[in-house]
């Protein structure tokens, strides 16, 4: 899973920050340890806005004005990487004093956000619009005047949002009174997301989810050619995968896991090494098995916008074994893609497209397959290609079924406990999921609402690469348009068929068929 943060507007603001300030040396990267947590100072940002709002009132205080800008910006920037570092370290350790970091930056980002929203529409409206202009470019400044202003009603839910949230993540799904509160957590989610959608503008969630959090060029109506698709032979193919799957352990350390990692992605793209070193120069990555990590979350990827690299975090089981090798092939595929993506090919639209983060990830998973005869033991290749084809198959079987299932959670009108529960069972029942989920253990319907299609339509386009002429080259090519665009448009400028077009889904299922026969 590649991470995003709810900053909204300050997050969006990181890019052009960085690139105006102009800062940072790769030169001067530190490790993990050494990117200083510095605890939020709002009055130092007030300070610095009140300051600014005073300066632009007279182009001829240009100098003062670029200089008081740019550390306002440095110093966003700066509690950027500590909103990073107090959200990674209390996934690596929930003590108390990490819970209070994490929840006090997010809380510092989202009292922000208007702020610095109402900062850019003064300043980009006074006396000295053309000099920001020339600093920052027309376009981000018509962009800025152009965004609707955040409301004091819109901050107020997302701080309830946050709350909740976090209060989710502490919970002990094994335990009945938490099972219950989460039911009771999630209802409050749905409301507060409605109200949040409604104070946008939009009819629901989902609405506003797609146009505004993951700019999606697609709709509810392609999707349903999708599902309807993966009805049709996907649940059987899950089925065959598990009759004939023969569970096996095989054990790996960290320095192996790594080993893998280096000596096979320089078969698929010879960059790739060298991306490994810089997450273990950096102490970017974190494998450990460790009842301090937070237990309600899956393992992810966050970038560092300020230093251009990320952190990967894995969350493994009760040892490494070889599906900790593939979550981290799986991880590594996002963590790459922000070192390999193509500045040129990227629009630079301040979001990122998570149906293509997730191809980079699930595209390198099935890209490795090939390789199983290379650095597994004879006779852990079959199961372990098993395996790869059951994870794939239940990644598409589940996302549909979770990802319809949260469509319904979001636009359905007031439902109850009773109603999600029964609409969940249905779903795992239509596409032939035997398990005793429940909706409150997906964490993504907490934190990350509306994300879950991603897995899907990532997984049926990483499906279309395996199966292309020239997979490797595809993906590649897939992968160095960043997330910095169109989902379909990045497929259809990589020569890949629509993912919503129900021959793709039986190219896809054909081959994963032929794989189960052999």
Known sequence: MKKILRGGVAVLLLGVMLSFSGCLSLLLVPTYQNRTYMEPDMTRVEYLIDSLND??????????????YAELNQLIVDYSTSYRRAMIDYYLNTSAENLRRYQETEAFFIELQPAIQQLEKGLFSSPSKALFEEWLGAAYVASVLNQPEITEEQTALSRQESELVSEYSQLDLSDPADQTR????????????????????????????FAEVYIRDYDLDDLAVLYAAVRAD?????????????????????????????????QIDPDMPSVVDWMVRYDLYDFSVSSTKMQNTTSF???FPQYGDAYLFLQPGSSLEFSDLQTVIHEFGHYNEVFASDSLKELGMGYQSMDLAEIHSTGLELLFQQFYDDFLPASAVQAATDQLLANYLWAVVSSAAFSEFEFYALTAEEPSVADLEAEFDRLMAAYGISTSYSYRDIPHFYQSPAYYVSYLTASMAAGAIWTSAAPEETYLNVVSYGTDNYFCAVLEA???PSVFSASTAEAVADRIGALLAA
């Open 55 to 68: 300066l632009c009132q007279d182009p001829a205080n240009e100098r003062s004005l670029y200089n008081t």
């Open 234 to 266: 996907f649940p059987a193919l899950y089925a065959q995968a598990l009759s004939g799957y023969e569970p096996f352990f095989l054990g790996y350390s960290e320095s192996e896991i790594l080993n893998v990692l280096r000596t096979y992605t320089e």
């Open 494 to 496: 990589c020569g890949l």
């Open 301 to 303: 990827v966050i970038e």
């Open 182 to 209: 989460a039911d009771a957590l999630y209802l409050e989610l749905l409301d507060i997301r409605q109200q949040y959608a409604e104070a946008c503008g939009y009819d629901s969630y989902v609405d506003y989810a």
